[in-house]
């Protein structure tokens, strides 16, 4: 099963673990469109599914081949800006299909055109391009609540204390250790599209990690600008991106001797229930602090950001209820001792707005990250080689919806064999029609879960997977291949 998605659209939501509905575009940051994935190796994209109609993010053609990767933007979650496209193969194809279903959208200002930011959340789409409008809001409130005439009074308080210091472990001490290794991303394109998004200090050579939607603007000779709670800004310049993983590394120039990356924890050892802090810079309100818990593992979610060629994303996403918004895509997803554990990339939204949209859409509890034992090893990749690696299946599977299972295609993008010859999937004796069920201990119940399953491993990994044919339930061992690259 190949894992290359190329051209086409992400298909609906699987049914085990759903997808989030479309989201509307969220922050004026542009969605991923460009395929940038960071390091943990994904299937391709399926290849020669047939697109559904346009806007249907999710909606899988009947039969879907697999299409070229990235495919086309569904109609879950999208980034913040819209959904990923409809149907496509899995296997190589794989790449997108699963990646990010509603991204965490980075806050996007519009600059002088509505950018295609709004990437905030895949499903904060319309949040992320109402960054710029957030900072006017907050002037606006903090001005009408100005009463002059009022009288306040104050508590009384022990002349000899200069101020309040919290325990250690305490959210507030957690906010007070992290905010300074944040910062708030401006991306501008050349034509002055642009939008508002997060990103964290990865290393003390000044790599910063963020989400590829946030800085898609910027990517073909635009502006990139970095700025840390103190106020100090810095010019940056993109090393790596990765589409489908919608994961990308930025580097900032003359970077301070001062900085102190954040530590890294350890996703796979997350449980449900665990309390959560996000940091990012939502509609525009840069060091913004929310929190929540970890609500759900393992999401399949697909995201885009809704427009006609935008390509989607696809991520086992961290589920939680903490407020995120357009502008916190690519922010540090926190445990409750500050080691990053996620990157905010998506939400689902109950806004239909899309990418670019005057309306904006906000939290309603259930946002999605992206788990940093991925994104560590994409940003790595994208650090060392400036290509994102993925892992496959040398095969194209259906990206319809449904939950019996990833079936796969009769035939592969451009009417390339649906199973690739040599490749991983063929050697394991896998056909076209096979349906799998399972990948070691996961429960596949479409396409898109497939790929973001397998995205999850990197290529050499060895995987059991389990399928019917005829009938009949079978398991073989099948040894990843890789795909360098989003294209």
Same mark, same amino acid.
């Given at each position: 099963?190949?894992?290359?998605?190329?051209?086409?659209?992400?298909? @609906?939501?699987? %049914?085990? =673990? &759903?997808? +989030? !509905? /479309? #989201? $509307?575009?969220?922050?004026?940051?542009? *969605?991923?469109?460009?395929?940038?994935?960071?390091?943990?190796?994904?299937?391709?994209?399926?290849?020669?599914?047939?697109?559904?109609?346009?806007?249907?993010?999710?909606?899988?053609?009947?039969?879907? @081949?697999?299409? %070229?990767? =990235? &495919?086309? +933007? !569904? /109609? #879950? $979650?999208?980034?913040?800006?819209?959904? *990923?496209?409809?149907?496509a193969g899995w296997g190589s194809p794989y790449d997108q299909q699963?990646?990010?279903?509603?991204?965490?959208?980075?806050?996007?200002?519009?600059?002088?055109?509505?950018?295609?930011?709004?990437?905030?959340?895949?499903?904060?789409?319309?949040?992320?391009?109402?960054?710029?409008?957030?900072?006017?809001?907050?002037?606006?409130?903090?001005?009408?609540?100005?009463?002059?005439?009022?009288?306040?009074?104050?508590?009384?308080?022990?002349?000899?204390?200069?101020?309040?210091?919290?325990?250690?472990?305490?959210?507030?001490?957690?906010?007070?250790?992290?905010?300074?290794?944040?910062?708030?991303?401006?991306?501008?394109?050349?034509?002055?599209?642009?939008?508002?998004?997060?990103?964290?200090?990865?290393?003390?050579?000044?790599?910063?990690?963020?989400?590829?939607?946030?800085?898609?603007?910027?990517?073909?000779?635009?502006?990139?600008?970095?700025?840390?709670?103190?106020?100090?800004?810095?010019?940056?310049?993109?090393?790596?991106?990765?589409?489908?993983?919608?994961?990308?590394?930025?580097?900032?120039?003359?970077?301070?001797?001062?900085?102190?990356?954040?530590?890294?924890?350890?996703?796979?050892?997350?449980?449900?229930?665990?309390?959560?802090?996000?940091?990012?810079?939502?509609?525009?309100?840069?060091?913004?602090?929310?929190?929540?818990?970890?609500?759900?593992?393992?999401?399949?979610?697909?995201?885009?950001?809704?427009?006609?060629?935008?390509?989607?994303?696809?991520?086992?996403?961290?589920?939680?209820?903490?407020?995120?918004?357009?502008?916190?895509?690519?922010?540090?997803?926190?445990?409750?001792?500050?080691?990053?554990?996620?990157?905010?990339?998506?939400?689902?939204?109950?806004?239909?707005?899309?990418?670019?949209?005057?309306?904006?859409?906000?939290?309603?509890?259930?946002?999605?990250?992206?788990?940093?034992?991925?994104?560590?090893?994409?940003?790595?990749?994208?650090?060392?080689?400036?290509?994102?690696?993925?892992?496959?299946?040398?095969?194209?599977?259906?990206?319809?919806?449904?939950?019996?299972?990833?079936?796969?295609?009769?035939?592969?993008?451009?009417?390339?064999?649906?199973?690739?010859?040599?490749?991983?999937?063929?050697?394991?004796?896998?056909?076209?029609?096979?349906?799998?069920?399972?990948?070691?201990?996961?429960?596949?119940?479409?396409?898109?879960?497939?790929?973001?399953?397998?995205?999850?491993?990197?290529?050499?990994?060895?995987?059991?997977?389990?399928?019917?044919?005829?009938?009949?339930?079978?398991?073989?061992?099948?040894?990843?291949?890789?795909?360098?690259?989003?294209?």
């Amino acid at each position: 099963m190949s894992t290359e998605n190329e051209g086409n659209p992400v298909p @609906p939501a699987p %049914s085990a =673990p &759903p997808v +989030p !509905p /479309a #989201t $509307p575009a969220a922050s004026p940051q542009p *969605a991923a469109s460009e395929g940038e994935a960071p390091t943990a190796p994904i299937p391709p994209a399926p290849q020669g599914a047939p697109a559904p109609a346009a806007g249907d993010p999710y909606a899988a053609p009947s039969q879907a @081949p697999e299409g %070229s990767w =990235p &495919p086309p +933007p !569904p /109609a #879950t $979650p999208s980034y913040a800006d819209a959904g *990923a496209g409809a149907g496509a193969g899995w296997g190589s194809p794989y790449d997108q299909q699963y990646q990010h279903q509603p991204y965490q959208q980075p806050q996007h200002a519009p600059k002088k055109g509505s950018g295609r930011g709004g990437l905030i959340a895949a499903v904060l789409v319309a949040a992320l391009v109402a960054g710029g409008a957030g900072g006017g809001l907050g002037y606006t409130l903090a001005k009408n609540n100005d009463d002059s005439g009022s009288t306040t009074v104050s508590a009384s308080t022990d002349s000899g204390v200069t101020q309040v210091k919290r325990a250690a472990g305490t959210i507030a001490a957690v906010a007070n250790k992290s905010l300074p290794s944040t910062v708030t991303i401006e991306a501008e394109s050349t034509n002055g599209d642009g939008g508002t998004g997060t990103g964290f200090v990865f290393d003390t050579q000044g790599h910063i990690v963020t989400n590829n939607h946030v800085v898609a603007d910027a990517l073909d000779g635009g502006k990139l600008t970095a700025t840390f709670p103190n106020g100090k800004k810095y010019d940056a310049e993109v090393v790596g991106h990765a589409q489908g993983y919608d994961v990308a590394v930025i580097k900032l120039k003359n970077p301070p001797s001062d900085l102190k990356p954040l530590p890294l924890g350890d996703s796979d050892k997350v449980a449900v229930g665990d309390e959560t802090i996000a940091i990012g810079a939502p509609f525009g309100l840069s060091n913004t602090v929310t929190t929540g818990i970890i609500s759900a593992k393992n999401r399949p979610v697909a995201s885009s950001d809704g427009s006609a060629s935008s390509k989607a994303s696809y991520m086992s996403a961290l589920q939680t209820d903490a407020s995120i918004n357009p502008g916190n895509s690519g922010g540090p997803l926190l445990d409750a001792d500050g080691a990053v554990i996620g990157i905010n990339s998506a939400i689902q939204s109950a806004s239909s707005g899309g990418l670019g949209s005057t309306g904006q859409s906000g939290s309603i509890g259930l946002g999605f990250a992206i788990p940093i034992n991925q994104a560590k090893y994409v940003a790595q990749q994208l650090i060392k080689t400036g290509k994102p690696v993925y892992a496959k299946i040398g095969a194209s599977v259906s990206l319809e919806d449904s939950s019996g299972g990833a079936q796969i295609t009769d035939s592969g993008s451009g009417g390339a064999a649906a199973v690739e010859s040599g490749g991983p999937a063929d050697k394991a004796g896998l056909k076209p029609g096979d349906v799998i069920t399972k990948l070691d201990d996961s429960v596949i119940d479409s396409g898109p879960t497939l790929i973001g399953e397998i995205w999850t491993h990197k290529p050499g990994d060895k995987v059991q997977i389990t399928y019917k044919r005829g009938g009949s339930e079978h398991t073989v061992t099948v040894t990843l291949g890789s795909r360098v690259g989003d294209s």
